[in-house]
């Protein structure tokens, strides 16, 4: 199987494979979305390339704690105010790996992934669009 890099990550990506070490960790809330309240918890994630913003939606919520070492498969990129932030929900999964497989909390670098020109998603009257429930790119 192939990884992505946390510095590799771009908006809109689809199906994402990637190890990382968890640095900061959020308990679960229920908010509300255009589609019914949902469950979510909020993380700082980590690899040798930086960090990065990982929303864990539904039955993932809460799963993970810091200082995990963690391999997301099926995940999704968002951005939201020009970071770019990965996602994980019922479609992909979370699994506890050997911790020598992705770097210590210190040797993690501070950068972040941001969008590219032109990458973000637009909704109604121009602002940003979030998820990825069908609808078209507004250019």
Same mark, same amino acid.
């Given at each position: 199987? @192939? ?27 229920? *908010? ?7 469950? *979510? ?23 993970? +704690? ?12 968002? /951005? ?20 020598? @497989? /992705? ?10 992934? +941001?969008?590219?020109?032109?990458? @973000? ?7 940003? +669009? ?6 078209? +790119?507004?250019?």
């Amino acid at each position: 199987m @192939e990884y992505t890099r946390v510095a590799d990550l771009k908006g809109n990506m689809d199906n994402v494979n990637i190890r990382v070490r968890v640095i900061e960790a959020g308990d679960s809330k229920v *908010i509300e979305t255009k589609n019914g309240p949902r469950t *979510i918890s909020e993380a700082l994630v980590g690899d040798e390339s930086g960090r990065i913003k990982l929303t864990l939606w539904g039955k993932v919520a809460g799963s993970i +704690r810091p200082g995990d070492a963690i391999e997301i498969r099926g995940g999704w990129t968002t /951005v939201f105010r020009g970071q770019v932030q990965l996602n994980v929900g019922q479609r992909g999964s979370i699994n506890r790996i050997d911790d020598s @497989e /992705v770097p210590t909390v210190d040797e993690i670098p501070e950068g972040s992934p +941001r969008k590219e020109a032109g990458g @973000e998603r637009r909704g109604f009257q121009g602002r940003p +669009r979030y998820g990825g429930f069908g609808g078209q +790119r507004r250019r």
